[in-house]
T-cell receptor, first 114, second 115 residues
Framework: DTGVSQDPRHKITKRGQNVTFRCDPISEHNRLYWYRQTLGQGPEFLTY????????KSRLLSDRFSAERPKGSFSTLEIQRTEQGDSAMYLC????????????FGPGTRLTVT | DQQVKQNSPSLSVQEGRISILNCDYTNSMFDYFLWYKKYPAEGPTFLIS?????DKNEDGRFTVFLNKSAKHLSLHIVPSQPGDSAVYFCAASALFRNRDDKIIFGKGTRLHILP
């Protein structure tokens, strides 16, 4: 069990560029979550998937954000036309579901928009 | 509006003593509570959880207490060790009532274990 992995670990981009992050959950975990964490705050929920179905999206997820989990395994989070306010740590978590509720987090992708 | 509140941004405890981290919540629909620990440059690590049908859950040196009437929970670490120095997040969800397992986090408490 290699845990939840995220790629890249760090991303620096210029305002207006698009970025895409990848998350590989723990194998056999059918639920996958995306959170965002800014300095001095706890992680904030963005969206989650049950297998390939996106079940809920937070109001924090503006139209510039899109997430996919095409085959129910890895997931991508894309931010279009990045803004400086998008600078944050983007965390991915997965859980087994079916009565097992603990969410296991990856190391995160730190995004800096200049 | 913070639904999960950790009012102490930091806490310092002598090694070997008990560390008590506190958390309050406002949403009466929350029925599942978790504590996570976070080291710098790493994602949060799950520590311990408790459902609202219990008032205590213990796992080794970690015990979580839940007081539903006060909407308060606490994490006790006994004895505190240097490796416990980290940021601790309290979190909650309306897992059983609403079948909603998205987690709402507090802002965290930074625990320093002093030698």
């Amino acid at each position: 069990d290699t845990g939840v992995s995220q790629d890249p670990r760090h991303k620096i981009t210029k305002r207006g560029q698009n970025v895409t992050f990848r998350c590989d959950p723990i194998s056999e975990h059918n639920r996958l979550y995306w959170y965002r964490q800014t300095l001095g705050q706890g992680p904030e929920f963005l969206t989650y998937f049950q297998n390939e179905a996106q079940l809920e999206k937070s109001r924090l997820l503006s139209d510039r954000f899109s997430a996919e989990r095409p085959k129910g395994s890895f997931s991508t989070l894309e931010i279009q036309r990045t803004e400086q306010g998008d600078s944050a740590m983007y965390l991915c978590a997965s859980s087994l579901g079916g009565g097992s509720y603990e969410q296991y987090f990856g190391p995160g992708t730190r995004l800096t928009v200049t | 509006d913070q639904q999960v509140k950790q009012n102490s941004p930091s806490l310092s405890v002598q090694e070997g003593r008990i560390s008590i981290l506190n958390c309050d919540y406002t949403n009466s629909m929350f029925d599942y509570f978790l504590w996570y620990k976070k080291y710098p440059a790493e994602g949060p690590t799950f520590l311990i959880s408790i459902s609202s049908i219990k008032d205590k859950n213990e796992d080794g040196r970690f015990t979580v207490f839940l007081n539903k009437s006060a909407k308060h929970l606490s994490l006790h670490i006994v004895p505190s060790q240097p490796g416990d120095s980290a940021v601790y997040f309290c979190a909650a969800s309306a897992l059983f009532r609403n079948r909603d397992d998205k987690i709402i986090f507090g802002k965290g408490t930074r625990l320093h274990i002093l030698p």
